[in-house]
């Protein structure tokens, strides 16, 4: 019986990192590949993505209880999240931003892995200053769109993105435009006028996408999560809720602690994390 402890310790824990995957991949600002990065299931992640016919035997041992833990955590906590969106912006953001800045330090360990050569600090300065450029563009203009079954196709590869690619929140594009709001309450209500359109287009993304960004960090390890880094400190700027800390003494009290909340939590997570073994 205390043999079997260990391996039912590494399925919960599996199961849990599955449901924060699946909550990151939903919450504003935070990348459920980033969690599969700090959680070191992103390379089995992505070969079983790019290459699911012969990888699934090997690696669904693995990945089930992640895949399950993220239906959970994903469908569980997108209506909550509208409804707390909408009625305390700023302290829901300020947690985000809590939890996104706690994972850093495990971002920028997990990015050094293969050394850090000095074009690697480039491609972090030019991931953050096109992704910052961009974010602030989409804002100075108010962009906004008419969500549809087009658009809600656009949601799913930017759903898609954010998996196979590290750092690349859907939310992040899609708050500026409109849309994240609207989809995420859609994804929490189950309604099939969102499910579908959105199922496609994730779908698509992974099938014409998985490969060649497993390729380009197999390729390009230290340069491409230097630049993951850049792209999550772009996003994480752009939606610090500046007038949360303004506004008053007491609003500003409460944005406090929730990020506060929020770097601790995370913080917590990665040590947890860290005193597990990893399973190859």
Not at 245 to 252: E, I, L, M, V
């Amino acid at each position: 019986m205390q043999n079997n402890r260990p391996g039912l310790l590494r399925l919960v824990l599996r199961f849990v990192q599955g449901m924060l995957i699946g909550v990151g991949a939903v919450l504003p600002g935070i990348s459920g590949g980033v969690l599969c990065v700090v959680f070191g299931i992103y390379k089995p992640v992505m070969e079983l993505l790019s290459d699911p016919l012969r990888r699934l035997r090997t690696h669904l041992p693995l990945l089930a209880p992640v895949i399950a833990g993220g239906a959970v955590g994903f469908l569980g906590v997108a209506r909550v999240l509208a409804f707390f969106l909408e009625t305390y912006p700023d302290p829901s953001v300020c947690l985000f931003i809590g939890l996104i800045t706690g994972m850093l330090p495990s971002l920028f360990r997990e990015a050094g892995e293969q050394g850090r050569p000095a074009g690697s600090w480039v491609s972090l300065a030019a991931a953050f200053a096109v992704i910052l450029g961009l974010l602030m563009g989409l804002e100075l203009f108010s962009i906004t769109i008419a969500p549809n079954f087009g658009w809600y196709l656009f949601c799913g590869f930017c759903l898609a993105l954010s998996v196979i690619a590290p750092g690349m929140s859907f939310s992040t594009l899609l708050m500026p435009l409109g849309l994240y709001t609207p989809f995420v309450d859609g994804l929490g209500s189950l309604r099939f006028s969102i499910l579908v359109p959105a199922g496609i287009g994730a779908v698509v993304t992974v099938i014409c996408l998985a490969k060649g960004v497993d390729a380009l960090f197999d390729r390009f390890y230290p340069y491409a999560f230097h630049a993951i880094i850049g792209v999550v400190l772009a996003a994480t700027l752009m939606i610090v809720p500046v007038s949360g800390f303004t506004a008053s003494a007491g609003a500003a009290a409460v944005n406090g602690a929730c990020l506060a909340a929020g770097v601790a939590a995370a913080l917590a997570l990665d040590r947890f994390n860290s005193r597990i073994p990893k399973q190859d």
